[in-house]
């Protein structure tokens, strides 16, 4: 599926939008990256991070985190409210030990202004948080997962999927729903009542560090977004 032009996607997100009444229904891909490609890769811009390293190889989108930053972010041309965005992402072992124990990879929905919802992987850890972060650089975490078998050490695979979608009716009205897969697996399932928080609306993938992340370097292939299907 070659990857639609961005004032199509918008239209597309757009209209189905109101078809969003549960997060669990089915889901359209309207966007797809395999990184193959020079204008594949120029569609990825970046969205936040100090001094982030960018380049194409192999067919992947690959990362270095320069100093004085902790996290390096990415984006889709995919901006909207209600979206699933999945990504393969790898620490490669090229990043400094000191640096690999405390790395995550990561995919990001309604990011905008350092806020966003964020499922992180951390590779050496085998560990998950699912989290919000505001713009203030305050994080709560809805929910952290330890031994996650879907989880690789360096240079493995790790398979990223987060869904975010506002439900608009039963008790939880106006509440986001937010499903975290890692490898095709269901890891954490968290209704959100402080939706209105994040005033974002970008989808991407970060690579960072919750200590020192100078040196980290990560690749992302496979990005996919989908968004609720009206049908």
Not at 48 to 68: H, L, M, P
Not at 92 to 119: E, H, I
Request: hydrophobic share 40%; with cysteine.
């Amino acid at each position: 599926m070659k990857p639609l032009p961005t004032a199509i996607s918008a239209l597309l997100l757009a209209g189905a939008l109101a078809f969003a009444s549960v997060a669990s229904g089915a889901l359209i891909g309207i966007y797809r990256n395999s990184m193959e490609s020079k204008s594949q890769l120029a569609q990825v811009l970046k969205l936040a991070g100090k001094r982030c390293a960018r380049s194409g190889s192999g067919g992947t989108f690959q990362i270095v985190v320069g100093k004085e930053t902790k996290e390096c972010s990415y984006r889709t041309p995919v901006i909207g409210r209600d979206l699933e965005i999945a990504a393969t992402e790898r620490l490669l072992s090229k990043t400094p030990k000191p640096v690999q124990r405390s790395a995550y990879l990561a995919v990001d929905l309604r990011a905008g202004g350092g806020a966003r919802y964020q499922l992180a992987a951390f590779p050496m850890q085998r560990k998950a948080q699912l989290r919000k972060v505001l713009a203030d650089g305050t994080i709560e975490y809805l929910d952290i997962e330890k031994n996650v078998s879907g989880i690789g050490g360096a240079d493995k695979a790790n398979q990223l999927r987060l869904r975010a979608f506002n439900l608009t009716s039963g008790d939880q009205r106006g509440n986001c729903q937010l499903l975290a897969f890692i490898g095709g697996k269901l890891i954490a399932e968290v209704s959100d009542e402080g939706a209105g928080d994040l005033s974002g609306r970008a989808s991407g993938f970060s690579v960072g560090s919750a200590k020192n992340a100078k040196g980290a370097q990560a690749s992302v292939d496979d990005v996919v977004v989908r968004i609720p299907s009206p049908f």
